[in-house]
């Protein structure tokens, strides 16, 4: 391109979260390469407010964004909501006149409430940019009351935005399929919509050079909070090590380890059998590569077939097979065919025993961590995700041109 194209990109998580840097800010730089000028807007949590506001501001300035942050509210429910739509778009309105936007990109449903307004006002096309169905995983985490006052205003929004929106990036092909039958497009055709799943840095998530032990090591990356199923973890790892004497258990997690240790004693696992620790988003890569065979395991939902876990992609990008549970994004045609990993439809006892028969011949298959990284380098891909954000990008502006 041969004009710069300024974009005001608005993320309703913080500047220093995990997801910022390995999703937002890759996402960003790579684009920026493509002729765009970013302008980013985060809503940045007291708790975890940056250390040092000036030295990110100047870091990412280095990078070509210009980096913005406000501060969100999370104590009272919808009124939270409400005030950060409030106050971010009134911040969004005044970074508007410091350079002349072509376009919003909005991530997740309360920066696209507020793209939507300054769509409103200005006529600028933004980039609906779902992380999953927001008010749907409200009830699913048990926010919101499925049916209620709230939920019916909030959904109400929801389809609101979802016409106005330009262009729409789902996570999944799944997502995107059950949101074309939302009954918001009232006989209308839906704008454009492509997938984009949580894409991974496949240079910097590389295969390990070490080769297996006669220990295997099964191990998780993330969370460990009650929606990504504790328990079935650690039930799964202790039916694993019945089966393969020896094995590890090994958990990157900055969550309490108190709760997991205590279900690990509940099922009798030797103290010395299970570690849980935290470390550095450098430092993940290389933990990764530690593991024999990585867990994915989430609670079920309407709202998960929107999900994209970021951990499946980088277990892959390492080499590392993926035992995973059904009805989570598209991790079904992933790991249906066990080629790179195994999915459970269930957890009772006679799917688990046969998911270590399966983990058996994959790790007897010398050509299972290139395989893994291909599925990869195929459907995670940073620099896929970054074109195909390019191509969302210059056909929502070509379309804006037409007279």
Known sequence: MADVIDVLYLSYNGIDEPLVHSQVLNYLQGLSQRGYRFTLLTFERPSAATADAAATRARLAALGIAWHGVPAHRRWGALSALLDVLNGAAV???????RAMRLVHARSFIPALIAW???????????????GFWVDEKVYRGRLREGGLVYRLAKRLEGRVLRASGAIISLSDRGAQALRDFTVWRGRSPPPMTTIPTCVDTDRFVPGMSAPGPQRVFGYVGSLSAEYLPERIVGYFAAALARFPGSRLRLVSRSDAAPVLALA??????PDSIAITACSPDQVPAEIARFDVALSFIRPH??????CPTKVGEYLAVGVPVVGNTGIGDMDALLGDGLAGVLLRDFDAGTIEQSFCQLQSLWSDAGLAARCRAVALSQFSLHEGVDRY???YRRLLARERRP
């Open 92 to 98: 969004a309105r005044r970074l508007l006149r410091t």
């Open 117 to 131: 307004r300054l769509s409103r006002r200005t006529g600028l096309p933004f980039v609906n940019d779902l992380r």
């Open 265 to 270: 004693a509940r099922h009798g696992l030797p």
């Open 302 to 307: 309407f709202s998960k077939l929107a999900s």
């Open 390 to 392: 390019d191509g969302v």
